[in-house]
């Protein structure tokens, strides 16, 4: 059974920093893109990043909102993907989600997301 | 960015209705669109890929259709658990956009 289970989450104020994690299980992490979306309270779905795997040198893309600030890392030895946040915006609260990606006709499609873990960026 | 433009944005509706959700992109994406199913505090779950392929363990009485920009989700025969958020997304260019949802609720 496919697993993500992301961690790090939590109270930070204007100008922090975070760190989150997704602990992935049940499939081979290592052949998959992976991706961030995150969800800001009561609002829909952004997409944030995107990891590629070690057939595309682990190559990132971002949202133009995070671009800079956010980096995206995966550690293949640890099953883990990364979001380092950085210099974090009132507006980068939200619960941020970990999914997989699988490949269909040049393009990969989220099938399996962890539940979330909620930033939250005030003073 | 490509715009996702979902309608309606909310809509109510009964047991076994047939319900059909509409999402235009501003400029064309081929079938490179996703469904998504959202249900409070959860996470978003994949219905449909590549804009008319079922995933596996979906019910079959989703469907999607469409290609280059516009695209419908159709729940044929709604069911109690089928109220939900729904969401669509293009993959087709970068960023990875998704549309503002659409709202099932019960009549």
């Known amino acids: 059974e496919v697993q993500l289970v992301e961690s790090g989450g939590g109270l930070v104020q204007p100008g922090g920093s975070l760190r989150l994690s997704c602990a992935a299980s049940g499939f081979t992490f290592s052949d998959h893109y992976m991706e961030w979306v995150r969800q800001a309270p009561g609002k829909g779905l952004e997409w944030v990043g995107r990891?590629?795997?070690?057939?595309?040198?682990?190559?990132?893309e971002y949202a133009a909102s995070v671009k800079g600030r956010f980096t995206i890392s995966r550690d293949d030895s640890k099953n883990s993907l990364y979001l380092q946040m950085n210099s974090l915006k009132t507006e980068d609260t939200a619960v941020y989600y970990c999914t997989r990606s699988f490949y269909v006709n040049t393009v990969f499609y989220s099938d399996s997301w962890g539940q979330g873990t909620l930033v939250t960026v005030s003073s | 960015d490509i715009q996702l433009t979902q309608s309606p944005s909310f809509l109510s509706a009964s047991v076994g209705d047939r319900v059909t959700i509409t999402c235009r992109a501003s400029?064309?994406?081929?079938?490179?669109l996703a469904w998504y199913q959202q249900k409070p505090g959860k996470a978003p779950k994949l219905l449909i890929y590549?804009?008319?392929t079922l995933q596996s363990g979906v019910p079959s009485r989703f469907s999607g259709s469409g290609s280059g920009t516009e695209f419908t989700l159709t729940i044929s025969s709604l069911q109690p658990e089928d109220f939900a958020t729904y969401y669509c997304q293009q993959l087709n260019y970068y960023a990875l956009t998704f549309g503002g949802g659409t709202k099932v609720e019960i009549k």
């Open positions: 990891s590629r795997n070690k057939t595309r040198s682990y190559t990132t």
């Open positions: 590549a804009a008319s």
């Open positions: 400029q064309g994406i081929s079938s490179y």
